[in-house]
């Protein structure tokens, strides 16, 4: 597709969205609609989380078909997921002559309008997104943040806009890009968050040089004298930012992390009552009130990356340290992040606490699971995971089999498979993962599907937790499939005592 150009007045120009109910494209349709344009869309009729979002605007997905896309529609939008000349909807537009574009091109477009910082690594994207827009609430600043999941402190959406009574000239937009198939290259960034650069997405990059690669790229999009956020801890964004400055030395770095030197020098302190207490060198003493080591980095890197946009306003970023510490602690997470789903007790009176975790990746895995286990002192760690894509299981395999240490039972699923790819091609199954996740881990079981997955897990629930754990329990629903549903089967239909359905 060739680039596309966005009205400066949104009033009456009409967008239809093919694959409206995705995150990112349920998220644009947010800042489409509040700009005034008109919206349709179509999907699959399966109901997403994302269906309360659109509800709320008095949007209804239709179902794909050719008749959606008439003359007068402006502008189609379309998910990767959908191809130009197979979905309905795509080819009407096609015979009408309607321009499409893709979401990351649609992104790419809107970023264009504002002084735009793209937020991009293997992990955390989400989390920082959703911390930075958390703490521009706090701000004086005209700002605007897309995250690529809904953030509860955003209201339950996916977006943040300023309050119409901001009355700078200047706008700023912080939205989540994704380096899958270079997808972050359509957008247009004065500033980049780059968290984390490691092995993923196989299909795609088959090396870690490609992937790294692609980061490079798109560092090198920053104009000149662009800042560049990067977190000074992981040792793949460090060397690929050394690679990325060889060829612009007019980039300005802010390293944040323990190992940085600087305001964004970071110490993690103690976890005290389910807070995260941790100290950088401008912010002094700060807390989140979410788990885990990674997330207190997210969090130094959120607020390095509004300090940045503080500055660019002309505002010095220390007469705000209050209000950014503030901003952090009002960040609750968000959708399959960490998430509470559902509160039960046993029949001896054990607690338990069922949570969600999106976590797909092995180094994600081991470092939010570590956070559970410093977050929720005292409990009784079981994690049902369900590994996503045959290629990442493969290529990851002993790495994912190693990932488990800070739970004390492992559950495993079946391989959550990808539309990109045949499972027929791979030889590997869950049961692969399982057998080698047992070499490193002394309680690990199989369970293919989640009705047996559910069974089982209930059956550990039944049980007193024990003096070792004088806590109860904390059962975590992880990976980046649908196994959410085990804890809710759980809750459903468990034999527990509840006192919180799951959401």
């Not at 009456?12 to 644009?28: D, E, P, Q, S």
């Not at 080819?91 to 002084?115: D, I």
């Not at 989140?288 to 607020?303: F, S």
Request: with cysteine.
């Amino acid at each position: 597709m060739g680039k596309i150009s966005l009205p400066e007045d949104f009033h009456n120009y009409r967008v239809h969205f093919v694959g409206i109910k995705g995150t990112g494209m349920a998220a644009l349709v947010e800042i489409f609609f509040s700009a005034g344009a008109v919206i349709t869309g179509s999907d699959v009729a399966e109901r997403f989380y994302t269906d309360d979002i659109l509800e709320s605007l008095k949007i209804k997905a239709l179902p794909f078909s050719e008749s959606n896309v008439t003359k007068d529609i402006d502008l189609v939008v379309y998910s990767s997921a959908y191809k130009l000349d197979q979905n309905p909807d795509l080819v009407a537009a096609q015979k009408l002559g309607v321009p499409c574009a893709l979401y990351t091109e649609a992104l790419g477009a809107y970023s264009e309008r504002a002084f735009s910082a793209g937020v991009c690594g293997v992990h955390g994207k989400t989390s920082t997104t959703g911390l930075a827009g958390t703490i521009l609430s706090q701000l004086d600043l005209n700002a605007q943040v897309l995250a690529g999941s809904v953030i509860n402190s955003f209201g339950k959406k996916c977006v943040y806009t300023s309050p119409a009574n901001a009355k700078q000239d200047q706008k700023f937009f912080v939205a989540e890009t994704c380096e899958y198939q270079r997808h972050f290259m359509a957008f247009c960034p004065r500033v980049i968050l780059l968290t984390s650069v490691e092995s993923d997405h196989q299909d795609y990059y088959p090396t870690f040089a490609d992937i790294q690669a692609a980061f490079v790229d798109y560092i090198c999009k920053l104009p000149q004298g662009g800042t560049l956020v990067y977190c000074a801890d992981d040792a793949g964004a460090v060397e690929t930012v050394q690679i990325a400055t060889k060829k612009r030395a007019d980039i300005i770095l802010v390293p944040y992390g323990t190992k940085a030197q600087g305001p964004w020098r970071l110490e993690y302190r103690s976890v005290k009552e389910q807070k995260n207490n941790f100290w950088t060198e401008l912010l002094g003493e700060a807390f989140l009130r979410v788990p885990g080591k990674h997330e207190v980095l997210d969090a130094c890197g959120a607020a390095a990356l509004c300090a940045c946009l503080l500055k660019e306003a002309g505002k010095d970023p220390s007469d705000y340290i209050e209000k950014i510490k503030a901003g952090l602690e009002k960040f609750e997470g968000g959708k399959r992040r960490s998430e509470v789903t559902g509160h039960a007790k046993n029949s001896f009176g054990d607690d338990i606490v069922f949570v969600d975790d999106y976590g797909h990746h092995p180094t994600a895995v081991k470092t939010t699971l570590a956070g559970f286990r410093d977050f929720y002192s005292g409990k009784k760690i079981i994690v049902d995971f369900m590994s996503h894509t045959y290629s990442r299981t493969q290529a990851l395999l002993k790495e994912f089999a190693s990932s488990f240490d800070s739970a004390d039972t492992v559950i495993l699923n079946k391989i959550y498979s990808s539309a990109r790819e045949n499972p027929a091609d791979f030889s590997i199954t869950g049961k692969t993962l399982a057998d080698e996740a047992a070499k490193f881990h002394k309680d690990v079981h199989y369970k293919e599907e989640f009705d047996d997955a559910a069974a089982f897990g209930a059956e550990i629930l039944s049980k007193k937790a024990g003096a070792e754990y004088p806590n109860g329990y904390l059962f975590v629903t992880m990976g980046a499939g649908d196994n959410w549903k085990v804890a809710q089967k759980i809750l459903a239909d468990g034999g527990l005592a509840i006192e919180g359905a799951a959401k």
